[in-house]
Every structure is written in C-alpha cells, then in structure tokens.
C-alpha cells in the first residue's frame, strides 16, 4: 500500500490558534482518521489512488476472494457481488463509514474513498466555474474506478457525495450498476444578481487563510 505523505503548509498568525483539525495539520488528520476506524473489525487495505496531474485518491478497500466467497455472496453466474463504492459528504471522509463498513462489506467488496480535495486525498486548485469544478469531481472518480480496475460499481453518496454521485452517473451510467443517495445534496442556480445573499467579508477572509 502506498501512503503519500502531504507536505505541510505554511502557518499563519491566523491559522496558528485555530483548531488542529484544520488543514496544516496532516498527521493530526491521520491520527483521528486512524482513531474512527478502530472500531472495524473486518481486515481492509488503505492507499493513495494516484491519477492525473499529479492528484491521488485516499483508498480503504475490502474485498472478499472469489474462492472464499459463501455461496449466499455469489451471484447466479457464480461472480462476486459488484463492487459498494462510498462517497462521504461535506466535510467528511472515510471515518464516517466506520461504523457501517464491517455490515456492508460482510456482502461483498467495498471501497471508500476521499473525495478530491477532502480529507487525507490531494487539494489541487478547483475552478471557479461551478460546471467545470463538479467536472473535476466526476473526472477524478472515473480515473480512480480504471485504475482500481472496476469495470462496474455500485454507487452510494451520501451529502455532497451523494450530489457528486448522481453527476458521475448521469455522464457514466454504464458504469453504475445501481445508485444509492443518503441525504443528497443539490444546488440552487447562482443568481443573477451577485450581491444577493452575499457571504459576508468576514467569513471569507477566514476560509481564505484555512
């Protein structure tokens, strides 16, 4: 399993008394992360995806050979199940799964991964066109699934996964065998007047520094 290791970024005067949860601080992230999921008993691997412009995908992968798969995990061809691929939400990352992923994968091979951007995955810098960002998203997904080598997937997304996880399959559907949504998320059309509903300076200048 490969572990890419981020390099840490600089500290300001700001970001010097905010929590430690915040992004300056990787092996705090990892340590909690490694934390949640001391509750999942089943063995899993974890590694970084890479994929294109140099980005990589934060893994935790169990599978279920097919010469140890119970005749109940078999498909009538005598196949394993297709593959349970989990996008968490806004904020997330794998360790929201922790207490599902022992159930989940008791039925088969199942994957969870951080979305771009989030959690222990690569932060490349998104557009600031809302089209070409959420096609950031889906991109990254669908170089994930090649170089994982799912040629079908189940798709479950929960928040903002679940939002990103519609979008993937309206552009990918014949790699969706099925499509689960938790508590999806979804988008008003931007107005068109740019000073409605503004975000205050303040609330800015703060997520500008983080």
């Known amino acids: 399993a490969e572990e890419v290791q981020p390099r840490s970024q600089q500290s300001s005067w700001i970001s010097s008394w905010l929590p430690s949860w915040c992004p300056t601080s990787p ?7 490694e934390k949640m ?8 691997s974890r590694q970084h995806i890479r994929i294109s412009n140099s980005n990589y995908l934060w893994t935790i992968a169990f599978s279920t050979p097919l010469q140890a798969s119970p005749p109940f995990l078999l498909q009538p061809s005598g196949q394993p199940r297709t593959p349970l691929v989990l996008l968490h939400g806004f904020g997330g990352g794998v360790g929201l799964w922790a207490q599902n992923l022992d159930a989940l994968s ?8 951080d979305l771009l951007g989030f959690g222990r995955s690569s932060r490349p810098e998104f557009s600031s066109d809302p089209e070409e960002a959420e096609q950031q998203f889906v991109t990254a997904l669908e170089e994930w ?8 997937m ?5 928040n903002l ?3 990103l996880s519609a979008a993937y399959t309206l552009k990918y559907s014949n790699r969706v065998k099925r499509l689960l949504l938790v508590e ?15 975000i205050p300076v303040w609330i800015r200048a703060i997520g500008a520094v983080m």
């Open 161 to 163: 996964g679940g939002y």
């Open 184 to 198: 999806p998320w979804g988008f008003p059309a931007r107005p068109e007047n740019p000073n409605h509903h503004s």
């Open 154 to 158: 189940v798709l479950l997304g929960h």
């Open 106 to 113: 008791s039925c088969g091979p199942v994957y969870a991964l």
């Open 27 to 33: 092996s705090q992230l990892k340590d909690a992360e």
């Open 145 to 152: 699934r090649e170089k994982v080598g799912l040629q079908e």
């Open 37 to 44: 999921l001391k509750t999942v008993r089943r063995p899993y």
